[in-house]
């Protein structure tokens, strides 16, 4: 697996609706980009808001960005996490590259066999705090059927 097709992102989007429906009971978008973060395929499911499609575009591009989860680079806008060396987080990123970086929990990159950024899988639309279920949740079904498929 070197490259990410439309074949692949289909698999993904298809197990991520599947979950948002089945497990969280919230219609929501889920977005797949490539690894220069171009849009492969996108889905907004019946009923999911208007803007979740941009967010969970934009957290796909986001973890294929920076090579890591949305989830992770959330962490650095948390004020309890900044540390004591001036720098310490993100807080400068907000509204930085071309207003695209979404630092929302829901992007996960998509790794080839190497551990090499090949994509990444965006969602936005399922309400924070619920345990267990969310953003992330989901596109982590999509990746787990990307690589089950390719075993």
Known sequence: MKELTLDMALRMLEA???WAREVAG??????VVDRSGALVAVHRMDGAAMATT??????AFTAVAWGMSTFL?????????VGQRIGD???GMIGRG???LCLIPGG?????EEGEVIGGIGC????????????????QAGIVALYEESR
Request: one cysteine or more; hydrophobic letters at 35%.
């Open 26 to 31: 919230y219609p929501c978008s889920i977005a």
């Open 89 to 91: 987080h993100a807080f």
């Open 16 to 18: 991520a609706e599947r």
């Open 98 to 100: 071309k207003g695209r």
């Open 108 to 112: 996960i990159p998509v790794t080839d």
């Open 54 to 59: 941009d967010i969970a575009i934009e957290k």
């Open 124 to 139: 936005s639309g399922i309400p924070a705090g619920l345990e267990g279920i969310s953003d992330t949740a989901v596109s």
């Open 73 to 81: 680079g959330s962490r650095w806008l948390d004020p309890r996490n």
